[in-house]
T-cell receptor, first 111, second 115 residues
Framework: GENVEQHPSTLSVQEGDSAVIKCTYSDSASNYFPWYKQELGKRPQLIIDIRSNVGEKKDQRIAVTLNKTAKHFSLHITETQPEDSAVYFCALGGGSYIPTFGRGTSLIVHP | GAGVSQSPSNKVTEKGKDVELRCDPISGHTALYWYRQRLGQGLEFLIYFQGNSAPDKSGLPSDRFSAERTGESVSTLTIQRTQQEDSAVYLC?????????????FGPGTRLTVL
């Protein structure tokens, strides 16, 4: 089955700094790369996704980059704010009908 | 429109009792997933339903766990003879089409506590 490694497991930044979370995978058949945000006690929600025919996608302060050759994709958050504090999960899709989730990154933004 | 709903939101039970958790997916979503999330942990896949096809039960941790789905609507996850290690949040998700290449919409989860 598909496997995805997510790093770091925890990330602490000052408000206004940038944050980067990276996921690496092994299944070259994967073609869908979403990122989910889970606030404390809440459900995971999609914040951005990218498909394999695109190298980068941006939505205001968040962006996702994909390197299919190296088999990794990253979430970039610029100008972080306290409300960005949450657990972020990367996921893989397309190679299997069951999405594979990373283990999550706990992002803490200090005011 | 309405999102994915789950009930109950919280369930406290005694060890050895059976519990039934319910998920109502978004109307028209053919794919439905159940996940388990222990405190501070990631999402553990349990079972996948796609339309009228046989479900993928490869993630169920033991034969005490089972799930059913009626057509493309409601699903129930049943845990028999609950154990303390079953304590977790059980999340249901649905997506528009089959395959992992589509956004998953999660329900609010059922927090299960086994005493």
């Amino acid at each position: 089955g598909e496997n995805v490694e997510q790093h770091p497991s925890t990330l602490s930044v000052q408000e206004g700094d940038s944050a980067v979370i990276k996921c690496t995978y092994s299944d070259s058949a994967s073609n869908y790369f979403p990122w989910y945000k889970q606030e404390l006690g809440k459900r995971p929600q999609l914040i951005i996704d990218i498909r394999s025919n695109v190298g980068e996608k941006k939505d205001q302060r968040i962006a996702v980059t994909l390197n299919k050759t190296a088999k990794h994709f990253s979430l970039h958050i610029t100008e972080t704010q306290p409300e960005d504090s949450a657990v972020y999960f990367c996921a893989l899709g397309g190679g299997s009908y069951i999405p594979t989730f990373g283990r999550g990154t706990s992002l803490i933004v200090h005011p | 429109g309405a999102g994915v709903s789950q009930s109950p939101s919280n369930k406290v039970t005694e060890k050895g009792k059976d519990v039934e958790l319910r998920c109502d997916p978004i109307s028209g979503h053919t794919a439905l997933y159940w996940y388990r999330q222990r405190l501070g942990q990631g999402l553990e896949f349990l079972i996948y339903f796609q339309g009228n096809s046989a479900p993928d039960k490869s993630g169920l941790p033991s034969d005490r766990f089972s799930a059913e789905r009626t057509g493309e609507s409601v699903s129930t996850l049943t845990i028999q003879r609950t154990q303390q290690e079953d304590s977790a949040v059980y999340l249901c998700a649905s997506s528009l089409q089959s395959g992992g290449g589509n956004e998953q919409f999660f329900g609010p989860g059922t927090r299960l506590t086994v005493l």
